[in-house]
């Protein structure tokens, strides 16, 4: 079931990928949508995304290592300081300011915090790993 779901989330990547490179110039210019001075919308939007996304977007950026990551093997990952955590990534990407909402949304989201091994304190979701962010669509709150 979920090799199915990587297999059309891939799919929909390549498909989308596709019709990108597809676009011709004259339609980049008319929508506004080439490179020239715009700016790709931002998952910063704290209405727009839902949380796994916001969170893989988070976890995706290198300006923010130092506070939230991956664990090397990109199945679990670990917020590493969560006072930097809640000034500097929270108010940029989500709407609430507790540690404990943060926590609330990632239960809420069937996410399950290792507690024993080489990965303790980490948390898992089979949906969520590093460099597959297409499978967050198919998680469920």
């Not at 979920?2 to 059309?8: G, L, P, Q, T, V």
């Not at 931002?42 to 130092?66: E, V, W």
């Not at 990534?89 to 069937?110: C, D, E, H, L």
């Amino acid at each position: 079931d979920i090799e199915r779901m990587r297999e059309e989330g891939a799919t929909a990547a390549a498909g989308n990928e596709a019709r990108s490179r597809s676009t011709s110039f004259s339609e980049q210019s008319r929508s506004g949508s080439g490179s020239c001075g715009t700016k790709p919308p931002s998952m910063s939007s704290k209405h727009t995304a839902t949380f796994p996304n916001k969170l893989h977007a988070i976890l995706s950026d290198p300006k923010y290592h130092h506070i939230i990551r991956w664990l090397p093997h990109g199945r679990s990952w670990e917020v590493m300081d969560q006072n930097a955590f809640m000034k500097e990534v929270v108010p940029n990407f989500f709407s609430f300011s507790k540690y404990a909402s943060f926590t609330r949304q990632i239960t809420g989201w069937n996410f399950v915090r290792n507690a024993g091994g080489p990965d303790r304190g980490s948390y898992y979701h089979e949906l969520f790993m590093r460099g597959r962010p297409f499978l967050v669509k198919f998680m469920k709150r």
